[in-house]
């Protein structure tokens, strides 16, 4: 193992004015330095350039222009990334100050694992709450969804040679069809206590019909019976109604 693991953050984004300063600030202010910092943008026509373009010297490489969507654009970053580890951050998400050393003295004390992974802190409005992923095992995956938080995966370069980069014929999922791969492929994840991402309320996987849908759609590719997606899609609907219901009695 390297002594220092180079790692390779690529943020997505597309008009995303109000959030990818913060965004930015908090991958350039790490203490840890070994690191190549990549934006894709989706050729923004807001204010999103012009704020990338203050901090330009700080960034490794930078691309605007049109894709076919996130995960078009999530391709873009990993084709050109040149880290052992590779993590996306979302552009309304930010790290907290020892986020990468976090990551690094896990990897050090336990090496070899393809996937490491820890904690979100949630932001909704001026409420924030810490978040743990579940225990991953094959149910979870079928059943309900992904048991950790994508934007604190750091994935080793070797995984996307395996595995594969993301499926673009899915708009907001193929963050979960790659991780259940890499849970079915055998490649190992690792937890790390102490490494935590601030995630904000919202984004693209916020859309729970198309999400549903999507999810039928990439367990078939991967396999699951159709029995155990049906559970699964009833199981997630009456989630997302029983939260509604209990939005609304208390609001």
Do not use: W
């Amino acid at each position: 193992m390297k002594a220092k693991p180079y790692i390779s953050i690529i943020t997505v984004c597309y008009n995303s004015e109000k959030t990818i300063e913060r965004t930015i600030k908090s991958v350039i202010s790490q203490n840890y330095r070994n690191l190549e910092y990549i934006i894709i943008d989706g050729a923004s026509t807001d204010n999103t350039l012009s704020i990338i373009d203050k901090y330009k010297n700080k960034i490794s490489k930078i691309i605007s222009e049109p894709d076919k969507g996130i995960y078009d654009a999530m391709n873009k970053g990993i084709k050109i990334s040149t880290g052992d580890y590779i993590s996306f951050l979302n552009s309304d998400d930010y790290y907290l100050n020892n986020t990468l050393e976090s990551l690094i003295k896990e990897i050090k004390s336990n090496p070899a694992y393809g996937i490491y992974h820890g904690n979100v802190l949630y932001s909704k409005e001026k409420r924030k709450t810490l978040y743990r992923p579940y225990p991953i095992s094959k149910n979870y995956f079928t059943y309900i969804g992904m048991p950790v938080f994508h934007p604190t995966m750091f994935v080793h370069n070797s995984v996307f040679k395996q595995i594969g980069m993301l499926d673009i014929n899915f708009k907001i999922v193929s963050d979960y069809k790659f991780t259940f791969s890499c849970f079915l492929s055998g490649i190992k994840f690792h937890y790390c206590p102490d490494l935590i991402v601030a995630f904000s309320a919202g984004g693209a996987s916020a859309a729970l019909r198309i999400r549903l849908k999507e999810g039928m759609r990439a367990r078939k590719q991967l396999g699951i019976p159709f029995y155990k997606r049906a559970i699964s899609y009833v199981y997630r609907l009456a989630i997302s109604i029983l939260s509604k219901i209990k939005n609304f009695i208390f609001s």
